[in-house]
Antibody
Framework: EVQLLESGGGLVQPGGSLRLSCAASGSTFAGYSMSWVRQAPGKGLEWVSAISGSDGSTYYADSVKGRFTISRDNSKNTLYLQMNSLRAEDTAVYYC??????????WGQGTLVTVSA | QAGLTQPPSVSKGLRQTATLTCTGNSNNVGNQGAAWLQQHQGHPPKLLAYRNNNRPSGISERLSASWSGNTASLTITGLQPEDEADYYCSAWDSSLSAWVFGGGTKLTVL
C-alpha cells in the first residue's frame, strides 16, 4: 500500500504563493493518477486538482483554475501543487490522494494552509 | 461546480441500521455510481466503498453500498460507537470533467 505524506503548508499573506509536496512511499507511484482535495475549517471536502498517471493530463476545479498548478516527479515519487495568488478562501487542510479508477483510494494526513494578513 | 446532495445528519441507535443517501445527476452518480468515504474528527478521510460498491480490504462487512438511478446509498448494519463520523460521497462528473463531493452526513450513534 502506498503511504502519502504532505508538506509545505503554512501561513501566507493574501496574494502570496506556496508549493505543497506529497511524497509517496511503500509502492510504485508512477502510473497512478493523483489528486489534491482540500477541507476548509469546519467544512466538507472540496476537490482541487488531479493529474493523470498515464498521460499527465491535468484537471482543476473552477475555483483554482489559472492560479494553481499540479505536477508530479515520478523519479522522486512526489506530487506537487503550486499555489499562486492565494486568497483567504483558500485556507484549508490540503490532502493528497491516490486515485484508483475514479475513486480516492488512499489519503495523506494533510497539510494546513492559512491565508491571512 | 455543483456538488452531490447528502442529508446533513442522521441519528440512529446502537445496533440499529443506518442508510445514508447521495443524490446527483446522470453525469455523475447516474453514470458511474459514487464512492463513499468516512472521516473521524481530526483525521483524514478513509475510503469505505468504491463506486462499483466493492469494499477495500479491511473494511467491515457491516457496510454495503449500492446505487440506482441518480442516487447512491451506504448502509451500515449493527451500528457501533466507532461508526459515529462524517460520511462523504464522491463521483467523477463527465460533463464537468471534475470530481464532485457531497456536503457530508454526520452520523450520530445514540
Amino acid at each position: 500500500e502506498v503511504q502519502l505524506l504532505e508538506s509545505g503548508g503554512g501561513l501566507v499573506q493574501p496574494g502570496g504563493s506556496l508549493r505543497l509536496s506529497c511524497a509517496a512511499s511503500g509502492s510504485t507511484f508512477a502510473g497512478y493518477s493523483m489528486s489534491w482535495v482540500r477541507q476548509a475549517p469546519g467544512k466538507g471536502l472540496e476537490w482541487v486538482s488531479a493529474i493523470s498517471g498515464s498521460d499527465g493530463s491535468t484537471y482543476y476545479a473552477d475555483s483554482v483554475k489559472g492560479r494553481f498548478t499540479i505536477s508530479r516527479d515520478n523519479s522522486k515519487n512526489t506530487l506537487y501543487l503550486q499555489m499562486n495568488s492565494l486568497r483567504a478562501e483558500d485556507t484549508a487542510v490540503y490532502y493528497c490522494a491516490l486515485v484508483a479508477g475514479t475513486d480516492f483510494d488512499n489519503w495523506g494526513q494533510g497539510t494546513l494552509v492559512t491565508v491571512s494578513a | 461546480q455543483a456538488g452531490l446532495t447528502q442529508p446533513p445528519s442522521v441519528s440512529k441507535g446502537l445496533r440499529q441500521t443506518a442508510t445514508l443517501t447521495c443524490t446527483g445527476n446522470s453525469n455523475n452518480v447516474g453514470n458511474q455510481g459514487a464512492a463513499w468515504l468516512q472521516q473521524h474528527q481530526g483525521h483524514p478521510p478513509k475510503l469505505l466503498a468504491y463506486r462499483n460498491n466493492n469494499r477495500p480490504s479491511g473494511i467491515s462487512e457491516r457496510l454495503s453500498a449500492s446505487w440506482s438511478g441518480n442516487t447512491a446509498s451506504l448502509t451500515i448494519t449493527g451500528l457501533q460507537p466507532e461508526d459515529e463520523a462524517d460520511y462523504y460521497c464522491s463521483a467523477w462528473d463527465s460533463s464537468l470533467s471534475a470530481w464532485v463531493f457531497g456536503g457530508g452526513t454526520k452520523l450520530t450513534v445514540l
